[in-house]
Each structure stands twice: as structure tokens, then as C-alpha cells.
């Protein structure tokens, strides 16, 4: 009942968390929150629940590598966004996560050398990815049915790769681990519905938000084994949140972030607070005309 409960509501919730952080923020910060570990964790949680915590520990470490291939799906979808509409622009990211894990699948190397793998591969897709032009869009409100089929979407993928992991071996499985279940959910969905500038958006705080990412992988991999499952990801979720929260607060003192953003209206127009000192000159102007 707990791995079913995992499976079932961990991912979802965080893949709908997400996408309410990009509505009330914009794209920039619902980026930053998705790059969260919101699907790894679950399925790292529910390996070393089902397959024991060494099995779990080598599988983070395989998991740092996989951000490297997460990163090449983001760069290709990130560059095809302006050219392609949304389903090519998943294949082809598919694509290139699905090159990157079978370079890395027989690959094992220390888990500080894949840190460092995985954060120069955050740098060098931070420079390739296109800087998207003008303001962010505010579109229309998206239908009753968005956030569930998100939901749904990310309770999917989520379902087949931990039913999976048991014959795939832990190396295997830590590198399908940040399978771009959430990047793809919220890439397609922005693409969809505000365009591609707003998509860059979104990916270029992905990108950042996955150092946050990649220091929960490391802490688990070089502490799983010796603290066990309820410390190991305890001391992780602290690392990542700590990162994460760096980094937004980061994100929010960058002219157009996150107050910006925060005070446009339904149709986009930015709110401004009533001057009662310019009432009460209106009120005398109207005095003195009657």
C-alpha cells in the first residue's frame, strides 16, 4: 500500500505543484520548481523500498549521469521550440535522452566525477539553449481538465519505470530514473499553450533547478548505504530544498522575476495599489469645479 501510495500520489502532486508555481510565477520559476528531483525521488524512494537501499545508492549514482541525457533532451526540445510543434519537438528530445542513456549505460564512475559530469553539462546547455525575447505571455485560462491530464501523464511514466527498474538492474534504472517524466509534461503544456519564448523559459530554470537535482542524487549515493533509507533521503530532501530555495530567492531579485510577474492581472496588466493622496486630490479638483 506505501509503494502504491508513492507511485500513486508523489509525482502527480508535484508535476500539479509545479504547474500552479508557473501560472502565479511564470514559466522562469515553475522551471526552477520542476527542476525539483519531484519524479526521481519517488522512483529512487520506491527502489530502495522494493530492491533495498544498496540497490537504491547505485542507482542515484547512475541517476547523476541520466541528468546529463535529462540535459540533451532539454537542449533539443529548448531549440526546436521555435521550429517544430510540440510532438516533434518530444521525440526528438526523446531522442536525445535515449542516445545519452545508452552512452552511459555501461559507464560506471565515481559519484563526485558524475557530479561534476552532470553540473558542466548544466553549464554547457545553459549556453546552448536560445535566451527567449520579450515579456512573458499570460494566456488564457487553461481548461478544468489541464492540471488532472498533467497529473495523469506523469502517474503513467512514472508507474512503468519503477515496474521496470526490477529487470533493468540498478545502473539501468538510475539512468532512466530522471527520465524526463515532469520536463515533458510541462515542455509540451507551455508549448501548447503560451508559445515557444515561454517554453525557453521554462527550460532555462529547469536547467537551473537541476543542481538542486543533482545534489540529492549525490547525497543519496554517498550516504544511502550507511545512514539508511529514511536518513539518507531525509538528509537529501534537505540538501535539494536548501538549494532550491537559493536559488528562487536568486530568481526573484532578477528585474522581471518573481514580484513582477506575481502582480500582473487575469489579462496580464500589472496591478498598482490605490494612491489615497490622489483621490483626495481628485475629490478636491471635482469640489472646486461644482
Not at 18 to 43: E, F, H, K, Q, T
Not at 151 to 177: D, E, F, I, M, R
Not at 240 to 263: D, K, S
Request: glycine share 14%; proline share 7%.
Amino acid at each position: 500500500m506505501t509503494l502504491l501510495a508513492i507511485k500513486a500520489l508523489l509525482a502527480p502532486t508535484f508535476v500539479v505543484g509545479a504547474s500552479l508555481a508557473a501560472r502565479r510565477y511564470g514559466p522562469r520559476v515553475g522551471g526552477l520548481v520542476g527542476g525539483l528531483p519531484v519524479v526521481a525521488g519517488p522512483i529512487l524512494l520506491v527502489y530502495a523500498l522494493e530492491h533495498g537501499r544498496s540497490f537504491a545508492g547505485h542507482a542515484a549514482g547512475g541517476t547523476l549521469l541520466g541528468l546529463v541525457s535529462l540535459t540533451g533532451f532539454v537542449v533539443v526540445y529548448g531549440r526546436l521550440a521555435g521550429r517544430a510543434r510540440w510532438p516533434a519537438a518530444m521525440l526528438a528530445g526523446w531522442g536525445a535522452f535515449a542516445v545519452g542513456t545508452l552512452l552511459f549505460s555501461a559507464l560506471t564512475v565515481p559519484a563526485g566525477l558524475a557530479l561534476a559530469l552532470a553540473c558542466a553539462g548544466f553549464a554547457l546547455g545553459l549556453a546552448l539553449l536560445p535566451r527567449p525575447a520579450g515579456e512573458p505571455r499570460t494566456p488564457a485560462p487553461p481548461p478544468a481538465w489541464d492540471l488532472p491530464l498533467r497529473a495523469g501523464c506523469a502517474l503513467a511514466l512514472v508507474a512503468a519505470l519503477t515496474t521496470a527498474a526490477g529487470w533493468l538492474g540498478p545502473q539501468l534504472s538510475g539512468l532512466l530514473a530522471p527520465f524526463p517524466v515532469i520536463t515533458t509534461v510541462l515542455a509540451t503544456f507551455t508549448h501548447a499553450q503560451r508559445g515557444a519564448q515561454d517554453t525557453v523559459r521554462l527550460l532555462r530554470g529547469m536547467l537551473t533547478g537541476f543542481v538542486a537535482f543533482a545534489l540529492f542524487c549525490f547525497t543519496l549515493a554517498v550516504s544511502l548505504r550507511t545512514l539508511g533509507a529514511a536518513a539518507g533521503f531525509a538528509l537529501a530532501t534537505a540538501v535539494a530544498l536548501l538549494t532550491q530555495g537559493v536559488l528562487i530567492a536568486r530568481a526573484g531579485r532578477e528585474p522581471g522575476g518573481i514580484a513582477a510577474y506575481a502582480q500582473r492581472g487575469p489579462a496580464g496588466v500589472t496591478s498598482h495599489a490605490i494612491d489615497p493622496t490622489a483621490i483626495a486630490a481628485v475629490g478636491a479638483a471635482r469640489a472646486g469645479d461644482s
